[in-house]
């Protein structure tokens, strides 16, 4: 089996999050001289493959066989793979599965390696993935059984094969803000509190202000407004509450504490409610690390092309790798129809990246 006809047969797994619809136990009997590890919890399926070949570092490649719901407006049925001028078609080819087969044949298919090569892959990624990813990590970190470096084979190339890496990503900060007023006849606005006009004059202070500066590797924070309401939507009656909900996409320079300071400035003086969560934390791997220029070698020597380093986008399972103090990197496939109908790579690719990952392997403990 090449790495073709691996990803076709995990196209044909009808994965839906969390269900990982019979795959994890395909791939580990693909891999049957890899010593598996089962960490399940809520009807989610971890699965950490692994095989010591010498006493050298821990490398690692990890992702998700879970897919999203395939949605309308399909021309063919998302869960059979079919090929069409040179691209797959169906649901997951993109987000993930093509980033699964080509390192899952690059793992088949190597021989010698100076250390111990393994593979983390979880069925609860597209979810909440509250039993994914980090209830494996937590277990490896138990047994002492961490990656010193780790891949995650999400789709990152924007334009070409092999243009970009990403290095690490922003994190994600929810603000829920109340501004408490009192309800008036609007005809009488002096015996009201307005909490509209109380946030107007402060709306450019947060409206997509940038809370930091950036750096090389991140662009500034910045406070983005997702949603304000306030009234009963009728014209003679003032509202008594306003609420505002915003995103901060984070770099490592800001905080929720840097955050709530801002706010506290701005709305000095007002009755207001602020709550922040934090969905993900930023992370950042140096760009020095051997993870990072093994990869961008190894994407030179099959691609031609330089890549470039990236923290763009959203989030993904590699923050828990950061959190674990795991050197992590992205790299996969092109990255412009996932979640979308009709959602297709083209073999090309597919190819060209598990050229990729093998011949990192090959040459990770090299110079």
């Not at 009808?14 to 890899?34: C, M, R, V, W």
């Not at 599965?97 to 990624?125: I, N, R, Y």
């Not at 750096?215 to 997702?226: E, G, K, L, N």
């Not at 031609?304 to 989030?315: E, H, P, Q, V």
């Amino acid at each position: 089996m090449n790495v073709v006809d691996l990803l076709l047969k995990l196209l044909s797994f009808q994965s839906l999050t969390p269900d990982d619809a019979g795959s994890l136990k395909f791939i580990e009997e693909y891999l049957d001289d890899y010593e598996a590890v089962y960490v399940n919890k809520e009807g989610v399926k971890n699965l950490f493959l692994s095989k010591r070949f010498g006493d050298g570092v821990h490398l690692c490649f990890a992702g998700h066989v879970d897919v999203v719901p395939a949605g309308d407006n399909w021309d063919t049925n998302p869960f059979v793979p079919i090929i069409k001028e040179g691209k797959i078609y169906a649901r997951g080819t993109q987000d993930m599965k093509s980033g699964v087969a080509a390192f899952v044949q690059a793992c088949k298919e190597t021989e010698v390696f100076d250390g111990t090569l393994s593979l983390l892959l979880t069925s609860d990624e597209e979810g909440e993935g509250t039993y994914g990813t980090i209830v494996m990590l937590e277990h490896l970190k138990e047994q002492g059984l961490l990656p010193d470096y780790c891949v995650v084979a999400e789709p990152t190339c924007e334009k070409t094969f092999g243009d970009a890496i990403k290095i690490g990503r922003r994190g994600s900060i929810n603000g829920y803000l109340t501004i408490q007023g009192k309800q008036g006849h609007a005809a009488y606005p002096e015996k009201a509190i307005n909490p509209v006009h109380q946030i107007a004059p402060i709306l450019d202070k947060i409206a997509g202000i940038h809370l930091d500066n950036g750096d090389d590797d991140f662009a500034p924070s910045q406070m983005v407004i997702t949603d304000i309401r306030g009234g009963m939507e009728v014209t003679n009656v003032t509202p008594g509450s306003l609420k505002l909900m915003f995103n901060v996409r984070n770099s490592t320079k800001t905080t929720q504490e840097d955050i709530r300071l801002h706010i506290e400035k701005c709305f000095e003086g007002l009755d207001y409610h602020l709550e922040l969560t934090q969905g993900s934390y930023p992370f950042v791997t140096t760009r020095d690390s051997k993870i990072v220029t093994k990869l961008i070698q190894s994407i030179e020597d099959v691609t031609g092309i330089k890549a470039k380093l990236s923290t763009a986008g959203g989030t993904s399972d590699a923050r828990h790798m950061g959190a674990f103090g795991i050197d992590v990197v992205e790299f996969g496939v092109i990255n412009d129809t996932i979640h979308a109908p009709n959602e297709c790579t083209s073999i090309e690719e597919v190819e060209k990246l598990y050229e990729v990952f093998w011949n990192m392997v090959q040459h990770f403990n090299q110079g």
